[in-house]
């Protein structure tokens, strides 16, 4: 029989009225305890969810890796790229690469009869990935963009439909600027959707590829640029440097000079943000480990005070000072185990109540979404839950001590 965790439960399933200080301490203990872990689990889904969500909304617009013209990728003004179908070869041939899209931008100004609004007209045909484009859609539908023709219709976000006044079903006129002057084009509104990305929705507007192409007065091979999808995100340097030896400062039959930019360097501002983000949490779990710790400490000595008499004879029977201390440790782990039981509970409820209820929101000018966004993600909570576990017992091992500096004769006497 194990003789330390037999006094352990021994001691922890006690119902003793006269242990009127150590029965609350462990309630505190255990209470401080599942607090700590709830909101850990909380914070740790919440800014994964966050990260997540922004960055899959970023990336949506565009890709995990650009490939353009040198001058496109650093300025505002458009540059054609060759983009032929040998070329689209050569960046699908890549490792790492799982799918690879073209489109070309055009600005462009909306007018209806009362007002007026620039745009960037994205082009896009039938092997750019919607998916994000229709998940998104609040109203209309997406139609079957092309690279062969015109068919003069568009999607707008909310914003550019509020502003202007429109809805799904209007006609509106178009004009774009070039060099031989003012080009007309009236387009048909095919639906609307909405991101939260207020950067990206002001702007974007998205049509048939072929159309952006013409009004540009580009080959039919020449396009704004190519988006890569990796498998993984994590693969992104990996597959940027095969891109800067396999196709950067190579020239296009036309004269162009091509490069490559991944989306953290697009968009530094926004994934600097999310990364101030991860601190926050480690912030927060170390104040949440913290006071998880000090509570189970005085729990834990205050049992070992109220327990003097008890272990003064355990150690006049031969007990070993190690075999007492294992015994309070033993203790302190059942403390921990139902602390984090009732923070399991409270932590992944709020988070699954918050998945499928949004029950918080948020002001989606600021933070990109109307709702706190939740990633339930087993991995990390089992982490969390682990290192709890750990610290908790770690910090314990030094009051534990205090046990040997008990005295067997001075000890059976105290009450």
């Known amino acids: ?67 353009a013209d040198f001058m496109a990728l650093h300025h505002d003004a458009p540059y054609p790229i060759c983009m032929s179908d040998s070329m689209i070869q050569v960046l699908k041939g890549i490792e790492g690469v799982s ?8 600005q462009g100004i909306l007018k209806t009869d009362d007002d007026f609004l620039g745009v960037m007209m994205m082009g896009i045909g039938p092997d750019y990935d919607t998916t994000f484009i229709s998940h998104n859609m609040i109203e209309g539908t997406l139609p079957a963009f092309s690279d062969e023709k015109s068919g003069n219709r568009i999607v707008v976000s909310k914003i550019i439909a509020d502003k202007l006044q429109i809805k799904t079903g209007d006609r509106i006129f178009a004009y774009f600027l070039n060099d031989q002057g003012v080009r007309t084009r009236r387009y048909t509104i095919s639906g609307v959707y909405s991101t939260n990305m207020k950067h990206f929705d002001e702007n974007i507007c998205f049509t048939d ?35 800067n030896d396999l196709v950067d400062r190579t020239s296009d039959p036309y004269g162009s000079t091509y490069a490559s930019m991944t989306i953290q360097k697009m968009y530094p501002q926004i994934f600097a943000w999310l990364d101030l983000l991860d601190l926050n949490v480690w912030i927060i779990m170390a104040l949440m480990v913290a006071v998880a710790g000090f509570t189970m400490i005085s729990g834990l000595l205050i049992i070992i005070l109220e327990r003097t008499s008890m272990i003064g004879t355990l150690k ?52 990109y979404v109307d ?17 709890t576990l750990l610290i908790s017992i770690i910090v314990l091992i030094a009051p534990s001590f205090l046990i040997s500096h008990i005295q067997p004769a001075k000890s059976m006497k105290y009450e």
């Not at 709702?371 to 290192?387: D, F, R, S, W």
Request: aromatic content about 8%; overall charge positive.
């Open 99 to 106: 799918h690879v899209q073209r489109y070309a931008q055009k």
């Open 371 to 387: 709702t706190v966004p939740v990633e339930i993600n087993i991995p990390v909570i089992l982490l969390i839950n682990i290192a």
């Open 316 to 367: 006049a029977l031969g007990a070993r000072n190690k075999t007492i201390r294992h015994a309070f440790l033993w203790f302190a782990v059942f403390m921990t185990a139902k602390g984090m039981a009732i923070g399991n509970l409270i932590g992944i409820g709020f988070c699954l109540l918050q998945k499928y209820l949004g029950i918080v929101k948020l002001d989606a000018e600021t933070y």
């Open 209 to 243: 590829l072929y159309a952006v192409v013409k009004l540009n007065g580009w080959q039919p091979d020449q396009m704004s640029g190519a988006g890569i999808t990796l498998s993984d995100l994590s693969q992104t340097e990996s597959v940027d440097r095969q891109l």
């Open 1 to 67: 029989m194990n003789l330390p965790l037999f006094i352990a439960r021994h001691i922890y399933h006690e119902q003793d009225s006269r242990r009127k200080v150590s029965r609350p301490a462990i309630r505190i203990a255990t209470i401080g305890v599942a607090i700590g872990l709830a909101v850990m689990i909380v914070s740790a889904c919440v800014v994964l969810g966050f990260k997540h969500t922004i960055r899959d909304k970023v990336i949506g617009f565009g890709s995990h890796v650009t490939v």
